[in-house]
């Protein structure tokens, strides 16, 4: 019997009846209140990382590696989307992270908060993601709110949501296209329930055609955009493909189908292919549409015919980065790659004294911007990562799976040159995976919603408790993540690690 594919879908917030349920997690009855919890996390997110944007500056222009992205934003912004054409080929990164930065220059012009807008705005956008993906892993709003909120209480994303670099596009490109996966795998799994309670699993060895996937197709989409953003995001995209089709296996061998992984590489390997494979491509060169349309872009006409240019402009780009070596004499700010994951050597953005940062009350204040992430969440990442690969080991969790496949893929490629100049900026589009390693943790303490009331009260309370040291500890930070003029002897006692100073 030819295969049937899999068309219908279970209502959303109900089971089938009949064996299918199993596939499928709790249904959620509370979608209003849950829009309005995410509602309210991210208008506290929006006023957090919005307040005084634009502060500070150096001397009214760009700080740190603002100095690079925000004039070619600006260059953008006067060239119809594309840079100066300078023979020194100072253009290193795909356009389009500078393209949303020219969009905020557009409306603000080039004043501070035309150039950090589009990133305040990502970093909110990263807290709305967060709680909508967590609460959907978890089954729970509570834990997609306190997600948020830790995102929000985070120094490292809070720094780069106010800054007019990159790393944040890319940060909430990968997090919005992990969230599209997360959807279809539970649209895989409601698809698959409906076939289960028709009976037709059986009628192949290889199971159902599972239909056309939107969702997987918009995660294609975003993250062909994140490599547009930085080609960085290329170790997610691989990343991502893999996560797709071990969900499909697990999927197929949960409905019973009698060879899950040939029904996968049957079934899906195809599909997947062109939607996390052709589209990605296809996105990440629409994002150099204005370099394609231009006369003067960047080795626009190196080779004969645009594809061959945009491949030789390339290998240029990508000879600069492999052979950007750490110098006899180091960026004072720069580390490696076993320092980020606590967080250990920050990185001075702005600093000002005396005349130069008054405010404080006395003529030598201190003005300075430290990216540090909030040590109550950074310092944890050992422990709540090795937490996440015994619960994937043990109890076959594939939400702590899936954190560290990602986790993973955005870390571990830095080690393959370490040499390289390297940064701790590197880790932003992590930070938000981290935040879901350490509520998934935080649901594990908290217990399932059937535990019994004295449980569930101690789970409450060590998880309310945390949640409000990260706020605290982030709130202590806060003069040195925007800027604020403090006294010195407040200034050192920001400073808890000698790696900091």
């Known amino acids: 019997m030819a295969p049937q594919v899999v068309r219908g879908r ?5 089971a089938p009846p009949g064996p299918g349920r199993r596939l499928l997690p709790r249904p959620l009855d509370d979608r209003g209140r849950a829009w309005l919890v995410t509602l309210a996390v991210t208008l506290i997110a929006a006023v957090v990382r919005l307040q005084d944007l634009g502060r500070p500056t150096d001397r009214g222009t760009p700080v740190f590696d603002e100095k690079h992205y925000v004039p070619q934003a600006w260059q953008m912004v006067r060239n119809g989307g594309v840079e100066d054409n300078p023979a020194y080929e100072l253009i290193v990164h795909p356009p389009l992270g500078k393209q949303l930065i020219a969009l905020g220059q557009l409306v603000f012009g080039y004043t ?39 995102l929000i209480a985070d120094g490292a994303s809070h720094v780069q949501s106010r800054l007019g670099m990159l790393d944040i596009f890319l940060a909430v490109l990968v997090l919005a296209a992990f969230g599209c996966l997360v959807v279809d795998r539970d649209q895989v799994r409601e698809r698959l329930a409906v076939a289960v309670d028709e009976g037709r699993v059986a009628d192949t060895e290889s199971g159902p055609r599972l239909g056309v996937r939107w969702w997987r197709f ?23 493909a893999l996560l797709s089709l071990a969900w499909d296996v697990s999927a197929r061998r949960a409905a019973g189908v009698h060879r899950p992984w040939v029904g996968t590489l049957r079934r899906d390997l195809g599909p997947a292919t062109w939607a996390l494979a052709a589209v990605p491509i296809g996105a990440y060169l629409a994002t150099w549409w204005a370099w394609f349309g231009s006369e003067t872009g960047t080795d626009r006409h190196a080779a004969a015919g645009a594809l061959r240019s945009l491949g030789y402009y390339s290998s240029r780009v990508l000879e600069f980065h492999a052979t950007l070596a750490t110098p006899a004499e180091p960026h004072p700010w720069e580390s490696k790659p076993w320092s980020w994951p606590m967080g250990l050597r920050p990185m001075l953005y702005h600093y000002e004294s ?8 006395r003529p ?5 911007v430290m990216l540090i992430g909030t040590p109550a969440l950074w ?13 994937a080991a043990t109890s076959f969790d594939w939400r702590f799976a899936a954190v560290l496949v990602t986790y993973a893929a955005g870390y571990l490629p830095w080690f393959t040159n370490l040499d390289r100049q390297m940064y701790f900026f590197y880790m932003t589009p992590l930070a938000p995976f981290l935040v879901i390693a350490i509520t998934l943790a935080l649901g594990d303490v908290l217990g399932r919603a059937r535990a019994g009331p004295e449980r569930r009260g101690t789970g409450l309370l060590v998880v309310a408790l945390y949640t409000g040291l990260v706020v605290a500890n982030f709130l202590w930070l806060w003069p040195i993540l925007n800027g604020d003029s403090i006294t010195p002897a407040h200034w050192n006692a920001e400073l808890w690690l000698p790696s900091w100073r």
């Open 10 to 14: 279970p209502p959303v917030q109900q």
């Open 112 to 150: 501070p908060w035309g150039w950090r807008i589009s990133a305040a705005l990502a970093g909110v956008g990263c807290v709305l993601l967060i709680v909508r993906i967590v609460r959907r892993m978890t089954r729970s709003t509570l834990l997609g709110a306190i997600a948020g909120l830790l």
């Open 218 to 240: 918009g995660a294609g989409v975003l993250l062909g955009l994140a490599c547009g953003a930085k080609w960085s995001g290329v170790y997610f995209l691989a990343a991502f």
């Open 354 to 361: 005396g005349q130069n940062a008054p405010g404080c009350g």
């Open 364 to 368: 030598d204040c201190v003005s300075a």
């Open 379 to 391: 310092w944890a990442a050992l422990p709540v990562l090795a937490w996440a690969a015994w619960r």
